[in-house]
């Protein structure tokens, strides 16, 4: 399966859309930035908070898409998620897994990638936007309600690893 991509750019609003739906192409800086603004906010769980909104809001887009395209094997729409991830700028991940969970392997990660180049590595990993992402992805796939899955990021390009590494368990 490849992913569709409709890129279009309303002059009037001045806004940015891929496959209906309106997007803001990133910026690892700022992702870096929003990823330090959370892990700098002790007691405020604020990692969860960008996990839970990441969640929800690409569940609708993958759900959207797949809807739109009619994909029934769970392949083909975890694929979504994986060819989304790289669209947007994000990296290049590897999945594997079913609906109980699995692993999800990120070759490149612009979020790390950014954070390594503004402070270097971390102590330990800080992708939460891609947990919150991993969990959207399974859940779509495998049509299940949201927090459906639980990812625990095990590796970590941020924390010196060479590949990032999540662990998906069905909650």
């Known amino acids: 399966m490849t992913l569709r991509l409709d890129y279009s750019h309303d002059d009037e609003t001045h806004r940015n859309f891929l496959n209906g739906q309106q997007v803001v192409m990133h910026s690892h800086h700022y992702l870096a930035l929003l990823t330090k603004l959370v892990e700098d906010l002790d007691g405020m769980n604020a990692p969860e908070i960008l996990r839970d909104a990441v969640e929800d809001s690409m569940r609708a887009v993958f759900e959207e898409y797949i809807e739109k395209n009619g994909l029934t094997s769970a392949q083909d729409r975890c ?3 994986r060819e989304y991830y790289s669209a947007f700028g994000l990296g290049k991940m590897v999945i594997t897994g079913d609906e109980n969970g699995g692993e999800v392997r990120l070759v490149r990660s612009h979020v790390d990638e950014g954070w390594v180049k503004k402070w270097g590595v971390h102590s330990k990993p800080i992708n939460h936007f891609t947990c919150g992402y991993v969990a959207a992805m399974f859940a779509a796939a ?13 590796a ?3 924390a010196g690893d060479t590949e990032g590494k999540f662990i998906v368990k069905a909650s």
């Open 79 to 81: 694929n979504v998620g």
């Open 142 to 154: 495998f049509k299940k309600p949201s927090k459906s899955y639980l990812v625990t990021e095990a």
């Open 156 to 158: 970590s390009i941020a």
